[in-house]
């Protein structure tokens, strides 16, 4: 297939285009670049052994959009573009609006107008808004607790609408927490100023950028007290995205589906520490600070349903998640701005 990659040179993206090309399809990114290094162009043309079409512009461009779709010919699409940052969003609330369901309306309406019928959605998990119920399954009711993961609910909503209305064929993938980098090294999670999340911050605590981490809470009701997460590696977040593709192909009859893309395991923060520390071999120090706003104890995935409709199952453990990371910030530890 011929796919268009919106976000693609983003961290969960350029992971995903190198094995899209592997599969042997046939990919074309677009990239604002707001949040993403034009350095991992040349990285990923050499992951990939060819050149990669690349375009810079803001997807929420109309214009810019319909005439990359009236000379795409794309199959399909893989849309990942978007803000991400869950406490930003509180602070800047229309621009998350605007980036993410904007970028949603104006490829919609392309692809309507240039009958492509195949969208792979990035979703999150963060669709479950403050559920307790884990592991979550796909069929639990969404909500939100901040504009970020509303965005998502909404992006949700108006594809899922689209779609049932003779629109593209529609997969959102709803992702836990993606961490590790490609096994060479050289691509990887290069998050601008201080990282949100939890992995980054512990590489950078790791390789000496940052002197502490801060540990947001130990008093969850947990074996160790700080809180649960299913982190999983972006090599099989990728290779989710490649089975979605290739199931929506084969299953023309589906009009949407979501599926959640988890380990169905849940390691604590403490865990994660120390983990990091017998990968790097470097010690990382932390404090335990209070709970984060926002933050469940405990979330992870029921991933039953990727595994038996899409035959993808999360591959990697926690100590090769941890050595990747490893591996991309210790060649790496100015990020893409060495
Ligand atoms: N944490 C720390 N210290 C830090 C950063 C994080 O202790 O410096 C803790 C958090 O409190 C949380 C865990 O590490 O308990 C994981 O936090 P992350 O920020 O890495 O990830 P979240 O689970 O909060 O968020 C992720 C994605 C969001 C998504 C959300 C729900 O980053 O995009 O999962 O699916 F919305």
Known sequence: MRVLVTGGAGYIGSHTV???????????????????????????????????????????????????????????VIHFAGLKAVGESSEIPLEYYDNNLGTTFSLLRAMQRHEVGTLVFSSSATVYGETTTVPMHEDLPTSATNPYGWTKV???QILSDAARAGGPQI?????????????SGTIGEDPQGTP?????????????RRARLQVFGDDYPTPDGTALRDYIHVED??????????????????????WNL???????????????????GRPVPHDVAPRRRGDLAVCYADPTRAESELGWRAQHTIERMCADTWR????????YNA
């Open 237 to 258: 977040l990728a290779a989710g995205h490649v089975a979605a593709l290739e199931h929506l192909g084969a299953h023309p009859e589906i009009d949407v589906r979501a």
């Open 196 to 208: 949100n999340n939890l992995m980054p911050f512990i590489a950078q605590v790791a390789v000496g």
């Open 328 to 335: 991309w910030q210790a060649a790496n530890p100015q990020g």
């Open 18 to 76: 190198v094995q899209l090309i592997a599969a042997g399809h046939e990919v074309v990114i677009v990239d604002s670049f707001v949040n993403a290094s034009p350095s991992v162009l040349p990285r990923l043309e050499d992951l990939a052994g060819t050149s990669i079409e690349t375009h810079s512009f803001d997807v929420r461009d109309v214009d810019k959009t319909s005439a990359l779709f009236a000379e795409g010919r794309f199959d399909a």
């Open 154 to 156: 909404m992006q949700e």
């Open 262 to 280: 988890g380990t169905g395991q849940g390691s604590s923060v403490l865990e994660m520490v120390r983990a990091f520390e017998a990968a790097s």
């Open 171 to 183: 997969a959102l993938l709803r992702y836990f927490n993606p961490v590790g980098a490609h096994v």
